[in-house]
Each structure stands twice: as C-alpha cells, then as structure tokens.
C-alpha cells in the first residue's frame, strides 16, 4: 500500500471516531474534509489538452493525469458546449483518466477534475479547451417535409449527405437524430435504404401536436474523412384528425374527422387488369386542376383502354398515380362497380368537398380489395403505416438490424408505375 492510502486510511478511520473524539481533525468549519472550500489542484493534475487552446487534435483521446503522490483523481467530468458527456475511464489506482468516446471537430470542451489529497482534502481543476476543424467532408441531415401543418399519418424524413451502410456507423447517426412531439408520441427511425430514414410514431400522431426534429451530429465522427456538420432542424404541427376507409367492394369511402363520422361517399375504383393498391396510403398533395393521358402508363393512343382527360379536385395518394377526384363520367357506376384504371373516383360534388378537407398527411386506408396489390412500405408514396410496429423497429439500427422490413420499388419498377401529366 502506498504511502497516500495509508495516510488517507488512517484519515477515514479518524472520521469514523469521530463522534467520539472531537476535535481529532479540523480539516472544515464542521471537521469533515469535504465541508472544507476545495483547493486548487492545477499543479497536481496533467491534461493532455492545453487549457485555452483552440487547436486540440480531436482524434486523440483525452487524457489526465494524476502527477504527484500529493493526491489522486476522484472523478473527471468533460462536457461539450452543449452538455454532451464524453464517457471515459478512469484507473484503480485513481492516478490516470483516459476518454473512451471520440471527441468531436471543431467543439468547446470544458473538463472538471475532482481529487483528494493525502489529508482526505478535496480539490479542483477546471481546464477547457476546443478541438481544431474537421479537414474532411461535412455530413448533414436534410429534414422533411417542409415546415408547415400536416395530417396525423405524415412521417418525418431524414435524407442524409452521404450513404451510411456499417451497423456502428448507423447507430452514430441515428442516435444524433432527436424526435420531440409534444404531446409526446412513441415513435422510431426506419432506414429505407443508405441514405434515407424515416420517423413515424407507434400510432398516428396526436392532433393538434407540436414536432421538431435535430440533428446533433456538428464534429462527430462518422467515419474516416467524414464529420458531422451543420444541419438546420425542422417543425411541424398536426391539424385535426381525418381519416379515409375506401372499401372497394363495398365501393364506399367513408371519411372521418376527430372520431366521427364526415361524410360516406359511393366511389369506384380500379377495375380487373388496373386494381387499386390495398393498404394504408398517405395524402402526398393536392392539385385542383390535371390532365391525365393513358400514354403516360404505356396504354397507347386509340386502344380501348386509352385516354385523355381533364380531371378536377385532385388528391395524391401514391407516386405512380393513384389519387381521389371527380370522376363524372363514372357516375353510374360510384357506388356500385369498380371500372377506374386504379384512381379512386367520385361525384364532382364530393369530391371538391373532399379536396376542401383533406392536406398532406391525412390517412386514407384501402380495404376489401380484390387481387390488388399490397401498397409497399417504401418507394410509391408513404406507405410507413403498412408496416407493424415489430416490423419498423427492425429496419434501426439501435431496436434492430437496421435493414427496411419491406424494399421500396426498383428504379426501373416504379419508372414502369409512375403516371406522367400534364397541367
């Protein structure tokens, strides 16, 4: 045993008799060591960053050190400018401390370093210092949508600067990407593919929330050559709580709103060889007036299937082309017979009511199809919502393997879908 821990166990033994020989120690105005103001331990204390430099490698670890048989280190706290902690080490014999974390490019450290001296007496040293700039590519965030008031069902998107694909390089950005709803909603990230996440509560949003997503990435080590920089963050608000069941056997679409019950409109959808997609989709946007051609999904001009025509009160539901709107020439068949190429249609009258109704975001669910296709996860709009919450979890990379539960459309897959027009 050192000399140090042998004066600093006869010092404890002392406290311990205490209440019953008074005035054995006087190191405080009470006689316990701690109630004493803390000494200076600059000169006892080494750090491996200069206090006041502005030009720390941060790729080095951060080190103190104990430099004297005086005292030893008790603990060591070093926060960055905005409260993060680097988490370190620190040795049984209480002489050396060592960072175990990276530290961050271009970041204000301030580092606290507690010891005890050889009389049990507790002192201080307060050191800090910056780390110098990144000299590689800057990694930011790009949020979306756009700032704005949006349905219950609207996910947040995460498009990154450059492709993460490492399981650990993937934890460092997900767990820099921070999700506040207030009220508060249980929610995760989903990566889609190398460059994309998106972020969707275990239920649909509350109405009427607050929602704001960061990135707290600035100087953090994504990989060799690539730090973290600058990313603007992002807020939305939820609007009232509208929702869509289109059943299409039944041929209806019945729309609610908080709860109850709008408005059940009769609809028809896709017929055989053009079936709608079953599934939960998402309002991608509004567009009051579209031309829509046939040609534009490869049915060629003057077919029996062809067309050409000018369509009103438009809501986007899916990339490839499927939306709600006037249909007035199918009138005697809303309500009773699917005979759309995949669009859901309904009366001019109701569907301008439902275009006055309904915004990004809002939440229309297809059932009872009849050898449709399931609307995917990914690819053709925001089909997030078709995937179980097991399911989502799994596509992170801090609840699961970080991989998509379902993959989105292939390139030349949803060139094939997507349905041109022109306004």
Same mark, same amino acid.
């Given at each position: !045993?050192t000399?140090?821990?042998?004066?600093?166990?006869?010092?404890? =033994?002392?406290l311990?008799?205490?209440?019953?020989?008074?005035?054995?120690?006087? =190191?405080?105005e009470?006689?316990?060591?701690l109630?004493?103001?803390?000494?200076?331990?600059g000169?006892q204390?080494?750090l491996?960053?200069?206090?006041?430099?502005?030009?720390?490698?941060?790729?080095?670890?951060?080190?103190?050190?104990?430099?004297d048989?005086?005292?030893?280190l008790?603990?060591?706290?070093?926060?960055?400018?905005?409260?993060?902690?680097?988490?370190?080490?620190?040795?049984?014999?209480?002489?050396?401390?060592h960072s175990?974390?990276p530290?961050?490019?271009g970041?204000?450290?301030?580092?606290r370093v507690?010891?005890e001296?050889?009389?049990?007496?507790?002192?201080?040293r307060t050191?800090?210092?910056g780390?110098r700039?990144?000299?590689?590519?800057?990694?930011?965030?790009?949020f979306?949508?756009?700032?704005?008031?949006?349905?219950?069902?609207?996910p947040?998107?995460?498009?990154?600067s450059?492709?993460?694909k490492?399981?650990?390089?993937r934890?460092t950005?997900?767990?820099?990407?921070?999700?506040r709803?207030?009220?508060r909603?249980?929610g995760?990230?989903?990566?889609v593919?190398?460059?994309?996440?998106h972020?969707?509560?275990?239920?649909?949003?509350?109405s009427?929330a607050?929602?704001s997503?960061?990135?707290?990435?600035e100087g953090?080590k994504?990989r060799?050559?690539?730090?973290?920089?600058?990313?603007?963050?992002l807020?939305i608000r939820?609007d009232?709580?509208?929702e869509?069941?289109?059943?299409?056997?039944?041929?209806?679409?019945t729309v609610t709103?908080?709860?109850? *019950?709008?408005r059940?409109?009769?609809?028809?959808?896709?017929k055989?060889?053009?079936?709608t997609?079953?599934?939960?989709k998402?309002?991608?946007?509004?567009?009051?007036?579209l031309? !829509?051609?046939?040609?534009?999904?490869?049915?060629?001009?003057?077919?029996?299937?062809s067309?050409d025509l000018p369509v009103?009160?438009?809501?986007?539901?899916?990339?490839?082309g499927?939306?709600l709107?006037a249909?007035?020439?199918?009138?005697?068949?809303q309500?009773?017979?699917?005979?759309?190429?995949? =669009?859901?249609? !309904?009366?001019? *009258?109701?569907a301008k009511?439902?275009?006055?109704l309904?915004?990004?975001g809002?939440v229309?669910?297809?059932?009872n199809?009849?050898g449709g296709?399931? !609307?995917p996860?990914f690819?053709?709009?925001f089909?997030?919502?078709?995937?179980?919450w097991?399911e989502?979890r799994?596509?992170?990379?801090?609840?699961?393997?970080?991989k998509?539960?379902?993959?989105?459309?292939?390139?030349?897959e949803?060139a094939?879908?997507?349905?041109?027009?022109?306004a």
């Amino acid at each position: !045993m050192t000399d140090i821990r042998k004066r600093r166990t006869a010092v404890s =033994c002392a406290l311990l008799l205490g209440p019953l020989a008074v005035g054995l120690t006087a =190191c405080g105005e009470d006689g316990h060591p701690l109630a004493a103001a803390p000494y200076d331990a600059g000169s006892q204390v080494e750090l491996s960053a200069e206090d006041g430099s502005d030009d720390v490698d941060y790729r080095k670890p951060l080190v103190v050190t104990a430099e004297d048989d005086e005292a030893l280190l008790t603990d060591v706290v070093a926060t960055d400018a905005g409260g993060r902690h680097v988490r370190g080490r620190l040795s049984e014999d209480g002489t050396r401390w060592h960072s175990t974390a990276p530290l961050a490019a271009g970041t204000r450290y301030t580092v606290r370093v507690s010891t005890e001296n050889e009389d049990g007496e507790p002192g201080r040293r307060t050191v800090r210092f910056g780390t110098r700039p990144s000299d590689g590519k800057k990694f930011t965030v790009t949020f979306g949508p756009e700032k704005g008031e949006y349905g219950v069902g609207q996910p947040l998107v995460a498009e990154l600067s450059h492709k993460v694909k490492g399981r650990e390089q993937r934890e460092t950005v997900e767990r820099a990407l921070n999700v506040r709803s207030t009220p508060r909603a249980q929610g995760g990230w989903h990566w889609v593919d190398a460059q994309t996440l998106h972020y969707r509560p275990k239920e649909y949003w509350p109405s009427h929330a607050s929602i704001s997503v960061s990135a707290a990435l600035e100087g953090i080590k994504i990989r060799d050559g690539l730090r973290g920089g600058v990313s603007k963050p992002l807020s939305i608000r939820t609007d009232d709580r509208v929702e869509g069941t289109v059943d299409l056997a039944a041929h209806t679409l019945t729309v609610t709103r908080d709860g109850e *019950e709008a408005r059940t409109i009769p609809i028809s959808a896709g017929k055989p060889g053009f079936r709608t997609r079953v599934g939960v989709k998402v309002i991608l946007g509004k567009t009051q007036f579209l031309r !829509m051609t046939s040609g534009s999904i490869g049915i060629p001009a003057g077919s029996s299937e062809s067309y050409d025509l000018p369509v009103y009160w438009n809501a986007r539901l899916t990339h490839s082309g499927e939306f709600l709107h006037a249909a007035p020439w199918s009138s005697g068949s809303q309500g009773i017979a699917n005979t759309s190429h995949g =669009c859901t249609g !309904m009366s001019t *009258e109701n569907a301008k009511w439902l275009f006055g109704l309904v915004q990004k975001g809002d939440v229309f669910t297809y059932v009872n199809g009849d050898g449709g296709e399931q !609307m995917p996860a990914f690819g053709n709009g925001f089909g997030d919502w078709n995937l179980s919450w097991s399911e989502w979890r799994e596509g992170s990379a801090l609840t699961g393997e970080g991989k998509p539960a379902q993959a989105p459309l292939g390139d030349i897959e949803f060139a094939q879908a997507r349905l041109r027009f022109q306004a």
